[in-house]
């Protein structure tokens, strides 16, 4: 179990522009609790969702906990596929004075994953970011009763 | 959709000055999409006190050390002695499948979810001791402090 650090950071974005204008989910957690989250699908209805509120420290200490385990502060995103018209995702960290800001296109598939030159780093990343947006979407849903796209 | 984009608000770069070690493109250029998170957040008024934070349907409770094996007819049985649970929600590690070791639980009424910190707070659920505290805070943990850490 790793202990709790006071300078822990997270933020996630993934997103496009196209047909329907820029689309994207994002979120990120403060060192002081505070979750910001927006969500923006300009299909069929013209809505962008932005809430925030301040989690508690267990629910930060449960966040740290999982972005530990998966090692993802060990990869680079050097040898992983650039964003690019399909879409881009960004991973930033900090963490003990360590810091990783990554970015990457959108991953469909795991099949995509591993074709691709760091199939190992780039499944850590793959799993760890849908199991991030799986705690932000429940803590979202919890708080405000919202339905995500 | 009307091209809204919010310029109040500068977001807090960084809130930790002595970074030892950067890795990865964002740090290369300046192509980050970051801006989206500027503008105008819609958040839930708490009661002016320093305690939980209640959520639009109820108090939400935080589990932590959840079994891996863990349903949420499991939680259910041993979250229902604190009032009726209004809501779980229990998530799934994307790669394996087991529990990811955190379920919220919702109540109606304050009372119940502190009943639930209160009592269920280290208690054995299936072997394992699980943490129960609040989800939701109404106010920051603490300052964030622009000091360098050593």
């Known amino acids: ?149 | 959709m009307d091209e809204d984009v919010p310029s109040q608000g500068q977001r807090v770069r960084s809130t930790v000055t002595a970074v030892r070690k950067s890795k990865g493109r964002g740090f290369q250029d300046n192509r980050s999409t970051r801006e989206e998170l500027y503008g105008t957040y819609e958040g839930l008024e708490g009661d002016g006190g320093t305690g939980p934070l209640k959520s639009v349907e109820g108090w939400v409770v935080f589990v932590s050390g959840v079994h891996e094996e863990a349903s949420e007819e499991d939680l259910h049985d041993h979250f229902a002695d604190c009032g009726d649970v209004k809501n779980i929600y229990l998530n799934l590690d994307r790669r394996t499948g087991f529990v990811k070791g955190y379920a919220m639980i919702e109540y109606a009424h304050q009372q119940e979810a502190q009943q639930a910190v209160n009592n269920l707070n280290g208690s054995d659920f299936m072997t394992q001791p699980v943490k129960v505290t609040w989800a939701f805070s109404s106010k920051p943990l603490r300052r964030i402090e622009n000091r360098s850490r050593r």
């Open chain 1, 1 to 149: 179990m790793p202990g709790f650090t006071e300078d822990f950071y997270v933020r996630y974005y993934v997103g496009h522009t196209g047909k329907f204008g820029h689309e994207f989910l994002e979120f990120e957690f403060k060192p002081d609790g505070q979750l910001r989250y927006a969500n923006n699908s300009n299909y069929k209805h013209d809505v962008m969702i932005r809430k925030e509120t301040y989690v508690s420290q267990a629910v930060l200490e449960e966040l740290e906990r999982i972005v530990v385990d998966s090692e993802i502060m060990k990869e680079d995103d050097r040898n992983w596929p650039e964003p690019d018209k399909v879409g881009c995702q960004e991973l930033e960290v900090r963490r003990n004075g360590e810091e990783i800001s990554f970015a990457t296109t959108k991953l469909g598939n795991l099949l995509q994953v591993q074709q691709s030159k760091d199939p190992e780093g780039l499944r850590i990343f793959y799993y760890l970011v849908q199991d991030l947006k799986c705690l932000v979407l429940s803590l979202i849903a919890a708080h405000f009763k919202i339905q995500p796209i």
